[in-house]
């Protein structure tokens, strides 16, 4: 069995290197508060939507002042999609995909922490669930909001981890 004490035949026992476990801690933070945050959203859909339609009012009202001819109908035409897409429905797949998401990046978190790099693909397979899944599960703009939201900066932790593959054990 590899791990952290037993790399591979031919390679000598490694620590984690200093920037892969900022990394990683940084992940267990985001991904256990993530995880309580949508564990709320999944029991109370309800109530989310209603106070993801007011965030989205006060957004809308706040555009509409520095927005004037075609670009205040464009506002207008994208917030109403917006508004359609926010129910209690979709706060709940948002939710569970989310969750989904959460739990697979810690997974692969925990397994890069102790430098395997099959946690690298579990990560990434998260990443993959965020970005696409509210596109074709949701879809409209609140499964595109949904998806930007979740795997923007998911996607910069992707490219910081893949700098740190030559620490991991296959």
């Not at 069995?1 to 026992?13: D, L």
């Not at 995880?35 to 209603?50: F, I, K, N, Y």
């Not at 397979?125 to 965020?130: E, L, Q, T």
């Not at 609140?142 to 992707?158: A, E, Y």
Request: hydrophobic fraction near 45%; charge should be negative; charged fraction near 15%.
């Amino acid at each position: 069995m590899q791990n952290e004490t037993n790399p591979p035949a031919g390679r000598a026992p490694v620590g984690r290197p200093l920037f892969l476990t900022v990394l990683c801690v940084l992940t267990f933070i985001s991904c256990v508060s993530g995880l309580w945050t949508q564990s709320e959203r999944l029991w109370s859909p309800g109530v989310v939507a209603d106070q993801t339609r007011e965030l989205f009012e006060q957004l809308r009202e706040n555009m509409e002042e520095r927005a004037a001819g075609e670009n205040a109908e464009l506002m207008d035409t994208l917030f109403d999609s917006v508004f359609r897409g926010v129910n209690s429905n979709n706060i709940q797949m948002s939710a569970i995909l989310m969750l989904i998401y959460e739990s697979l990046t810690l997974y692969g978190a925990y397994l890069m922490w102790n430098l395997q790099k099959t946690g690298f693909y579990c990560y990434l397979a998260g990443v993959v669930v965020i970005l696409l899944a509210p596109l074709f599960l949701i879809g409209g703009w609140f499964g595109v909001v949904t998806s930007l939201g979740g795997g923007f900066f998911s996607l910069i932790f992707t490219g910081l981890y893949a700098l740190n593959l030559k620490h991991l054990y296959s």
